[in-house]
C-alpha cells in the first residue's frame, strides 16, 4: 500500500540516530534493549524442564504455553503493520520531518500525554536514572524514536529503515489492555497486563495519521468527518462496533465508543465483550484482524448481515483469510495466557475492611446483586446474558451486538477501572451511582448503611 518514497540521506539518518543516543545518555546497543527480560528461548528452555515449585515435569509444556502467550499479548502485532504504517502512516507522525516524516513528531512527553505508557524493565538501569534525574530530553521525538527501539512503548512496536528513520509501525494487544504501576514517573513503570488502559486516547493516536483515506473509505465519508469522530472518543475509549455498523454517536449524541474492558479476571466467564460476542478465543480473532487489522483469518457469519452490520458486510468482514495467516496459530496461546490472568487484588486501606464484610451480605442478600454476579466469577456460570430491560438502562450498545443483550460484567480488579465510570459507556461515574442505580431500578430500598457497605465491598473485590 505504501508509495511514494520519501528520499532520505542515508547520513542524515546515521547522525540522527547519533544525536539521540547522547540526547539520552545512553547507547543503542547496551543501554537500551530487552533490559530485565530474559530472552524468549531462554524462558523457553527454562519452562520446559522440570517445574521447581511442583518438582513435576508435565507442567513443562503448560509454562511454555503460558510464556509463549504473554509474549503474544505483550508482543505480537499479527503482521498489521501493514495497515498502521503501510496504510495510515503513522510511524510518518511519530518521527516527524527531522527524521523524514511528517510534522513535528511525537515526543515523549506528547505520547504519555495521549496515554501511551513506558515498560520500565525495557529500560537500563543507567536509562531510568536519566530519566528520573530529568536527564532525558522529553520533548524530543528522537527520544521517542529511541524508546521505540527498545522496544519500550507498551503495545506499539517500529521498525527502522536502513535510513534510520521508521520504516513501520504496529499496535499490540497490551497497547489497551495493559498499563504500568508508573513506579519510576507518572506512566513508566512495570507492565501491569490485563489492567485496562483509561489513560489511553486511542482516537488521539490514530488520529495522528497523516492519511485516513482508508478508515474514511471503508465508512464512506470523508476523512473531517472521521477525524471529528476520533476526537469524541476521548481517554480509555474505543469503539469496536463502528466498523462494523458505522454508528459513532449514540441517539443522545454522546460518543458510542466503549470504555476499554479488563482483560484479567476472565477465567470461568462465558461470554466476552460487553455486548456478548463471542469467548476469548473468538474475540481474539475478531480483534486481531478487524481492529488491529493484522494478518489472518476470520469467519463470523453473524456479520453478513447489511441490515444490522453494514460496513461489516461491505468489507466481507464475515470471512477473512490472509495468506499467510499470522494470527490463527497464536489463539491458543494467546487465550490460555489471558484467562491466567488472575484479577488484581485492590491495594490495603483502600477500603473499609469491615464495612465490605458487612457489604459482602448485603450484595448476596438484600440487593440481590449475585442472582447475577455469582462469586467468585462475579457473572453467572453459564449463559451470562440480560436484555436492556432486564438491567434497567437503555438497548443502544446492546442492539449493536447479535444477541442483542448485556454480558453481566465480572467484578474483580473492580478498584482498576474507576477512571472513566461504569457500565460500558461509563454512564455511572462511580460505584455510589451504579448502587443508586439498582436501588431504583430493582426497588431495592437500601438503607443508606447497606449501600455504605455495598460499595466498600465492591472496592475489595
Ligand atoms: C484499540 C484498543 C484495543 C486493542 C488493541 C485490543 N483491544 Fe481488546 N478490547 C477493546 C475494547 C474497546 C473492548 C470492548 C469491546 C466491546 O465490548 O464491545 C475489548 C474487549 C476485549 C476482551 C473482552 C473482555 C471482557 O470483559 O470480556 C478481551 C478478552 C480482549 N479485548 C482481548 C484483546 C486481545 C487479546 C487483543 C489483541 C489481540 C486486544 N484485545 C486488542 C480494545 C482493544
Ligand atoms: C440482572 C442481572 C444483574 C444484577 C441483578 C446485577 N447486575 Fe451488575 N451488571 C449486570 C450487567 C449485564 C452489567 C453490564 C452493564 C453494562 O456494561 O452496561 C453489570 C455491570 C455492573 C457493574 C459495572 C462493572 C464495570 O466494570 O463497568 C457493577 C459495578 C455492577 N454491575 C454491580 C452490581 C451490584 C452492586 C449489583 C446489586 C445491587 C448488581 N450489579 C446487580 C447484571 C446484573
Not at 546515521?14 to 530472552?39: P, Q
Not at 520533548?139 to 519500550?152: E, F, M, Q, R, S
Not at 446492546?398 to 459507556?425: A, C, I, N, V, W
Amino acid at each position: 500500500m505504501r508509495t511514494g518514497t520519501r528520499p532520505r540521506n542515508l547520513i542524515f539518518g546515521t547522525m540522527a540516530v547519533c544525536a539521540l543516543t547522547a540526547i539520552a545518555g545512553i547507547s543503542a546497543r547496551e543501554g537500551f534493549g530487552m533490559g530485565g527480560s530474559a530472552s524468549p528461548q531462554a524462558a523457553t528452555a527454562a519452562v520446559t524442564s522440570t517445574d521447581p515449585q511442583t518438582g513435576l515435569k508435565e507442567w513443562g509444556p503448560a509454562l511454555a504455553m503460558l510464556e509463549r502467550g504473554r509474549r503474544i499479548f505483550r508482543f505480537d502485532t499479527f503482521g498489521d503493520e501493514a495497515f498502521w504504517g503501510g496504510t495510515l502512516r503513522l510511524h510518518e507522525a511519530i518521527e516527524g520531518a527531522r527524521f523524514g516524516g511528517v510534522g513535528p513528531g511525537l515526543s515523549p512527553a506528547a505520547a504519555l500525554g495521549v496515554g501511551l505508557k513506558v515498560d520500565a524493565e525495557a529500560l537500563s538501569a543507567s536509562t531510568l536514572d536519566a530519566i528520573r534525574r530529568g536527564r532525558v530530553n522529553l520533548n524530543d521525538p528522537a527520544v521517542t524514536i529511541a524508546l521505540l527501539d527498545a522496544n519500550a512503548v507498551v503495545g506499539v512496536s517500529a521498525k527502522r529503515g536502513r535510513d534510520g528513520g521508521l520504516q513501520s509501525v504496529g499496535i499490540q494487544c497490551a497497547l489497551c489492555h495493559s498499563t504500568v504501576d508508573n513506579s519510576v514517573a507518572a506512566g513508566i513503570g512495570r507492565r501491569l497486563d490485563g489492567w485496562p488502559n483509561r489513560d489511553l486516547n486511542v482516537g488521539a493516536i490514530i488520529a495522528l495519521a497523516p492519511d485516513l483515506s482508508a478508515v474514511a473509505g471503508l465508512l464512506q465519508t470523508d476523512q473531517a468527518t472521521v477525524r471529528t469522530v476520533l476526537a469524541s472518543w476521548g481517554p480509555g475509549r474505543f469503539d469496536a462496533q463502528l466498523f462494523l455498523d458505522g454508528k459513532a454517536f449514540r441517539p443522545d449524541k454522546k460518543t458510542a465508543a466503549t470504555l476499554l474492558p479488563a482483560a484479567f479476571g476472565l477465567a470461568g466467564v462465558n461470554l466476552h465483550t460487553y455486548t456478548g460476542w463471542g469467548g476469548v478465543a473468538h474475540w481474539n480473532a475478531f480483534v486481531a484482524n478487524l481492529e488491529m487489522h493484522g494478518q489472518g483469518t476470520f469467519i463470523d457469519s453473524r456479520l453478513n448481515d447489511p441490515v444490522r452490520f453494514p460496513v461489516a458486510a461491505r468489507a466481507g468482514f464475515a470471512e477473512v483469510r490472509n495468506d499467510p495467516d499470522l494470527t490463527t496459530s497464536k489463539l491458543p496461546a494467546l487465550q490460555f495466557y489471558q484467562l491466567s490472568i488472575p484479577a488484581p487484588k485492590p491495594p490495603r486501606g483502600s477500603f473499609d475492611a469491615e464495612a465490605a464484610r458487612a457489604g459482602k451480605a448485603v450484595f448476596n442478600g438484600a440487593a440481590k446483586c449475585a442472582t447475577c454476579h455469582v462469586p467468585p466469577i462475579f457473572t453467572e456460570p453459564g449463559w451470562n446474558m440480560h436484555t436492556a430491560a432486564e438491567i434497567g438502562i437503555d438497548d443502544f450498545q446492546s442492539m449493536r451486538s447479535p444477541d442483542e443483550r448485556y454480558r453481566t460484567t465480572p467484578l474483580g480488579g473492580l478498584f482498576t477501572r474507576q477512571k472513566g465510570g461504569f457500565y460500558h459507556d461509563g454512564r455511572f461515574p462511580d460505584l455510589r451511582a451504579v448502587v443508586d442505580h439498582y436501588n431504583s431500578a430493582f426497588s431495592l430500598n437500601l438503607t443508606e448503611r447497606q449501600k455504605r457497605e455495598l460499595i466498600e465491598y465492591l472496592k475489595s473485590l
